[in-house]
C-alpha cells in the first residue's frame, strides 16, 4: 500500500510529530494532526497544517482526521520515563489503553496502516554492548512496560484484524522543539538549555551510562517512509538509532568544543530503573529503510542549540 492518502500524525504538535508533519508536508503528503496539547505546542507547526485539538483516544475525534487517511503515525504519549515512575497510572492510559483506542479508530474508520513509536527502553539492561530486535525484552519502567505492551497488542492487531504495523523501537532522539523547560525533557535538551544559560549541567551516577543519540530530522524521514512507502517495512519490531553510542562524559566534551568553554559538572544519585548501556543494532532498519541515520552528533547538537538561541526560545 503506498496510497496518496493523508497521514494523521498523533502528537503531532509534539517535538518529533512536528517535524514528520513538516516532512510529510514537504514530500507532498498531507499530515493531519491530532493532538491534545498537553505537551505539544501550535508554534511547533507551520500554519497551514491542519490541527485536530482533541485526545487521540477520543473515538468521536476521529471521523474528521480519519477522512482519506491511509496511516496513522502514533507519537502520542507520556515520553518522559522518570514522569512515568511518578504517575505509573498516567501512563498506562497515555501509553498503552490510547494504543488500543487507534487500533479501534483504524478499525472503524478503514484506515489500513500504523506506524508505532515504540522504545529502546523495552530493552532494559541487556548485559550487551547493542540491543538487537531479536533480543529478550526487560522493560524496568511503567513507560518501557506500557510501551512493550503496546508492541504486543499491535502484533495481535495485525494478526487478527489484518492492520499493517510498523514498530519502531527510538533509541535517545534529540533536537529542535523538545520542550526546554520541561524536567523531563531529554539529556541534551537539559544540557543545552542551562548550558547556553551558563549554569551548570547535572550528570546522575557517573557520567559513563551510553546512549544511541539520533537526531530527529532523521527520525522523522524514517517515520515518513515507514508510514508511506509501506511495502519494504517488516512488521516486527525495527530499532531506529545509529549504531553507535557514547557516554555522558563524551557528551559533554562535544559541548565544551562546541561551546568553547568547559561546561561546570554537579554530579547527583543514579535515577531509578536507569538504563546503563544503550546503543542500537542497526542492520534490520538499513534493510527497510536502505540507509541508517546520519546526522553526527556534533551537527545535531549545532543545530539544537542554535534553535534555542532563537528568540522565541528565550
Ligand atoms: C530516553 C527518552 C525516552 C526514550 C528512551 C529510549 C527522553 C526524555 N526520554 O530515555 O522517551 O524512549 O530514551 O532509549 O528523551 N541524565 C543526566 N542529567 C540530566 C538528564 C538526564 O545525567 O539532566 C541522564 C539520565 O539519568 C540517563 C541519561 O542521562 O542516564 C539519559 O536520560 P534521558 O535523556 O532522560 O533519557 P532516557 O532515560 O535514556
Known sequence: MNGSGSVVVTGGAGFIGSHVA?????RDRQPI?????????????????????????RIDAWPTAARNASAIVHLAAMPAVQDTVERPLESHTANFVLTQHLVEAARRYGIPRIVYASTAAVYGNTGQAEQHEDDATDPLTPYAIDKHAGERYLRFAAEQYGLETVTLRFFNVYGPRQNPSSPYSGVLTQFSSRLIRNQPIVIYGDGQQTRDFVYVGDVAQVVVDAATQASRWPAGPINVGTGTSVDLLQVVG?????????????????????????????????????????????????????WMQTPAQG
Open 22 to 26: 513538516s516532512l510529510l508536508q514537504q
Open 33 to 57: 494532526v491530532l493532538d491534545n496539547l498537553q505537551s505539544g505546542n501550535p508554534s511547533n507547526l507551520q500554519r497551514d497544517v491542519p490541527l485536530i485539538v482533541d485526545d487521540a483516544g
Open 254 to 306: 562535544v559541548f565544551s568544543d562546541l561551546l568553547g568553554r568547559a561546561p561546570q559538572v554537579q554530579h547527583e544519585p543514579a535515577r531509578t530503573g536507569d538504563v546503563r548501556d544503550s546503543k542500537a543494532n542497526v542492520d534490520r532498519l538499513h534493510a527497510a529503510w536502505g540507509n541508517t541515520p546520519q546526522t553526527s552528533l556534533r551537527d545535531g547538537l549545532h543545530a539544537l542549540i542554535d
